[in-house]
């Protein structure tokens, strides 16, 4: 089953994150040799910043990671969850990206490589979470 990836993972990769770059590294070649790697339009468009255009597709075809846009499903499924977070007394800004990401990841992968900020496992509880940094 393919696997959907957050933008972290691949900014830890693309900027060489003393932290983080050799775990995310591993767990995205681990990922794609168990079945493939996916990214979704909020990721990217997060790191067509970092790259541009041009050097998105090649960075996306050098890892085999394909684009899967996301379903009236998937942003139906993240509009829900951003809903309940916002009961919860969530304030607005920037963790829609982030829900629509988990979104997708929930309806069209098998699983979201992700370092977890508190809100995939709190709000995608169906959502097979996979941190990089517990994946040696």
Known sequence: META???????????????????????????????????????????????GTASVQEFLSDWRIVFRPSSEESASLAGRMFHRYLERGGKRGRVVPDFLIAGHAQIHAGGLLARDRGYYRDYFEKLNLIDPSRTS
């Open 5 to 51: 990836v957050d933008t972290s993972v691949l900014l830890d990769v693309l900027l060489a994150d003393p932290q983080h770059a050799a775990n995310s590294e591993a767990a995205l070649r681990k990922a794609a040799s168990e079945g493939g790697l996916i990214v979704c339009e909020v990721v990217l468009a997060e790191v067509v910043p970092v790259l």
